[in-house]
T-cell receptor, first 114, second 116 residues
Framework: AQSVTQLGSHVSVSEGALVLLRCNYS??????LFWYVQYPNQGLQLLLK??????LVKGINGFEAEFKKSETSFHLTKPSAHMSDAAEYFC????????????FGAGTRLFVKA | EAGVAQSPRYKIIEKRQSVAFWCNPI?????LYWYQQILGQGPKLLIQ????????DSQLPKDRFSAERLKGVDSTLKIQPAKLEDSAVYLC??????????????FGNGTRLTVT
């Protein structure tokens, strides 16, 4: 069975500090992995995705994630947090059930302190 | 390009009443999804359409929930009768890749349902 686990339901950082949001997956086949961001009262927006090839993936707003097969991880990072990064972040995996569907983790809410 | 449109944005109903949500996906997107997002949780897939056919409805509570996408474009999700535990945000998403595993989802802003 394929699933996604996000470690930490809440993360708080100071403005300018490193952002690290953790995601681990379980998959019996090479995974396709995604990070989405959700701002208050909005739907989810794609930040970045990993399919094949380069394991370090760059996304929008300065975020990036690294696929580590040996650790079954796909952690999201940003070198310097900005107030506007405060949002909820979801890690997701795409799996084949006859048609491809996307399974989401429980989410991590990022707080940025001034 | 216009995004995924959903209506209404908010809905408050009493338990045992019925409610319907509407979604219009991005033009040309073959795959449409309905997700339920309960407060503090990640989105849970309720049903997935490819054109006007159902691909996956394994987590749809079929005794009270129904969904259709008759012409392969817009879609309606209905709950009848509603229960208190149905209070959630209902998200519609679409993707352009037919059977493509790496196609990202494009989400609407959701409908926030409160059942009292």
């Amino acid at each position: 069975a394929q699933s996604v686990t996000q470690l930490g339901s809440h993360v708080s950082v100071s403005e300018g500090a490193l952002v690290l949001l953790r995601c681990n997956y379980s998959s019996s086949v090479p995974p396709y992995l995604f990070w989405y961001v959700q701002y208050p009262n909005q739907g989810l927006q794609l930040l970045l995705k990993y399919t094949t090839g380069a394991t370090l993936v760059k996304g929008i707003n300065g975020f990036e994630a690294e696929f580590k097969k040996s650790e079954t991880s796909f952690h999201l990072t940003k070198p310097s947090a900005h107030m506007s990064d405060a949002a909820e972040y979801f890690c997701a995996v795409s799996l084949n059930t006859g048609g491809f569907k996307t399974i989401f983790g429980a989410g991590t809410r990022l707080f940025v302190k001034a | 390009e216009a995004g995924v449109a959903q209506s209404p944005r908010y809905k408050i109903i009493e338990k045992r009443q019925s409610v319907a949500f509407w979604c219009n996906p991005i033009s040309g997107h073959a795959t449409l999804y309905w997700y339920q997002q309960i407060l503090g949780q990640g989105p849970k897939l309720l049903i997935q359409f490819q054109n006007n056919g159902v691909v996956d409805d394994s987590q749809l509570p079929k005794d009270r929930f129904s969904a259709e996408r008759l012409k392969g474009v817009d879609s309606t999700l209905k709950i009848q009768p509603a229960k208190l535990e149905d209070s959630a945000v209902y998200l519609c998403a679409s993707s352009g890749g037919v059977g493509q595993r790496n196609s990202p989802l494009h989400f609407g802003n959701g409908t926030r349902l409160t059942v009292t």
